[in-house]
């Protein structure tokens, strides 16, 4: 009887949608533990990438996450947002480089998000990728760009 009983409040939640399903960024897409160089949308400079293990741009960093695609992200943030416009755009991007993704790099990314009006969630994914300015550098090596992804 107990079996028939779950068996039917199983069937009436999956009816009614009650059932939950996960769908956080670590479920869509893998972690960027890397980064790569690739040419930028607009000055075709080379900009630095957050990517994953097989060097694919199609990943996510979040709170917790550490390595060198944490520091691309947090390079493009400070370059980019807060050093170019000579920090006008407010301290919140003024964040260390050190490749640990942490609450203040999370509070950055969500400033970016919400300057680029997309959902402020904190958590660096394919739509903050392709949305933020990532940081770069002309042949000479000077850290002198900032540009968009090209997907």
Same mark, same amino acid.
């Given at each position: 009887?107990?079996?028939?009983?779950?068996?039917?409040?199983?069937?009436?939640?999956?009816?009614?949608?009650?059932?939950?399903?996960?769908?956080?960024?670590?479920?869509?897409?893998?972690?960027?533990?890397?980064?790569?160089?690739?040419?930028?949308?607009?000055?075709?400079?080379?900009?630095?990438?957050?990517?994953?293990?097989?060097?694919?741009?199609?990943?996510?960093?979040?709170?917790?996450?550490?390595?060198?695609g944490?520091?691309?992200?947090?390079?493009?943030?400070?370059?980019?947002?807060?050093?170019?416009?000579?920090? #006008?755009?407010? %301290?919140?991007?003024? !964040?260390a480089? $050190? =490749?640990? +993704? *942490? /609450?203040? &790099?999370?509070?950055?990314?969500? #400033?970016?998000? %919400?300057?680029?009006? !997309?959902?402020? $969630? =904190?958590? +660096? *994914? /394919?739509? &903050?990728?392709?949305?933020?300015?990532?940081?770069?550098?002309?042949?000479?090596?000077?850290? $002198?760009?900032?540009?968009?992804?090209?997907p």
């Open positions: 009887m107990k079996q028939k009983i779950t068996a039917f409040l199983a069937a009436i939640g999956l009816a009614t949608g009650l059932v939950l399903v996960s769908s956080g960024p670590a479920a869509a897409s893998p972690v960027c533990p890397n980064s790569i160089w690739l040419p930028g949308k607009y000055t075709g400079q080379f900009i630095n990438i957050p990517a994953d293990a097989n060097y694919n741009t199609y990943c996510h960093l979040q709170l917790g996450a550490g390595g060198v944490v520091k691309a992200l947090q390079q493009s943030i400070y370059w980019c947002y807060y050093v170019r416009p000579n920090g #006008a755009w407010g %301290s919140v991007f003024n !964040i480089r $050190d =490749g640990s +993704y *942490g /609450p203040r &790099t999370q509070a950055a990314v969500r #400033a970016v998000q %919400s300057f680029h009006h !997309i959902s402020a $969630d =904190g958590v +660096y *994914g /394919p739509q &903050t990728r392709n949305t933020m300015l990532h940081f770069g550098q002309f042949e000479d090596g000077d850290p $002198d760009t900032c540009d968009y992804f090209k």
